[in-house]
């Protein structure tokens, strides 16, 4: 399996080497009960790494969805196994972007799943890299029952994303950096701009083709296939700078969080999960003494981002509770 975009043996032998270790440490430890699916940018070969320092930085991070069956407890052990364990493989490869993600999913709840970007990304994208393969268990889902609002919600987690990992790069004067999160986040916001044109699909290079076919400003076209070349490290015959990175980036947030519509037939579709979701976001509330609106979040995060302001102690318990994270 190819992780990367541009072909890096010494990083693709050490993921392969991750996942090896993972899944001996499944047979010795859970009788190879778990399965595990990796998501994101690894999984369709859109891994990204770079040179600095003169070593080589892997800047893709590795996303799972871990699957156990009823009755198998200590999960911790094997999350505490992940981490560690990726500390010591990629020992002299880990950028500030890195880190393993597991998310853990009971099999009896497969079919259950809610119907959200994730979820889709992993039927289309994921790959099994320890365990059984349980893709087939999963619900099916189309662009009429995908949760509209968890797409939205791509807005706040892209810009949240940019301030908290990107900013504190660009202070730094990690411009390269910097303009990896700018690329990285944008992309992500092509999805919300195909949803709103009619179409769903997985992958950034797949998205980047289907955007081509929309009747938008070339401009923006031109700039996603920088983003691109940006975050997989191939070549574009277009340009931005950070400042033109940064304008696109938080009008295009502006202009969707205006046209993106939110249909009453999927609310109904989605109620459960998004009444799960909201009963979640009050449990945060009572819990942190915090009350606070998504879109006013958003708006927010959009007033402080065109000024350059880093996050604030209110935005940053805002996110917790409207989102689950970062834990401060």
Not at 17 to 41: E, P, R
Not at 202 to 218: H, M, W
Not at 238 to 264: A, Q, R
Not at 302 to 308: Q, V
């Amino acid at each position: 399996m190819a992780y990367f975009y541009n072909v890096n043996k010494e990083l693709e032998e050490k993921v392969s080497a991750f996942f090896d270790g993972l899944n001996k440490f499944n047979d010795d430890n859970y009788q190879g009960k778990l399965s595990v699916m990796l998501l994101g940018s690894l999984s369709r070969g859109e891994g990204s790494w770079i040179i600095q320092d003169g070593k080589t930085v892997l800047i893709s991070d590795i996303e799972t969805f871990v699957f156990y069956p009823q009755g198998l407890s200590d999960l911790s052990k094997f999350e505490n196994y992940c981490q560690e364990y990726a500390k010591e493989v990629f020992a002299d490869n880990i950028s500030t972007f890195f880190h393993v993600d597991n998310s853990y999913i009971l099999l009896d709840n497969l079919p259950r799943l809610e119907k959200k970007l994730l979820t889709f990304d992993a039927i289309k994208m994921g790959k099994t890299v320890v365990g059984k393969d349980v893709k087939e268990l999963m619900p099916k889902i189309t662009l009429d029952n995908i949760n509209l609002y968890d797409i939205r919600d791509i807005l706040t987690h892209r810009v949240f994303s940019v301030m908290y990992y990107g900013f504190p790069q660009k202070k730094a004067g990690n411009i390269e950096q910097y303009k990896y999160s700018l690329a990285k986040n944008s992309l992500d916001l092509m999805t919300v701009l195909l949803v709103e044109h009619g179409i769903l699909e997985s992958g950034f290079a797949k998205r980047c083709a289907l955007v081509e076919t929309l009747p938008i400003d070339n401009k923006i076209k031109n700039y996603f296939n920088y983003c691109l070349s940006v975050k997989i490290g191939g070549d574009c015959k277009y340009n931005f700078t950070v400042e033109e990175m940064e304008n696109i980036f938080i009008t295009l947030v502006e202009s969707l969080l205006k046209s993106f519509k939110l249909k009453f037939s999927n609310f109904k579709a989605n109620a459960k999960n998004i009444t799960r979701r909201r009963l979640g976001i009050i449990k945060r509330a009572i819990k942190y003494k915090k009350f606070c609106m998504p879109i006013r979040h958003l708006k927010s995060l959009i007033s402080s981002f065109k000024l350059g302001k880093d996050l604030t102690k209110k935005q940053l318990k805002n996110n917790l509770v409207l989102n689950g994270y970062p834990l401060v």
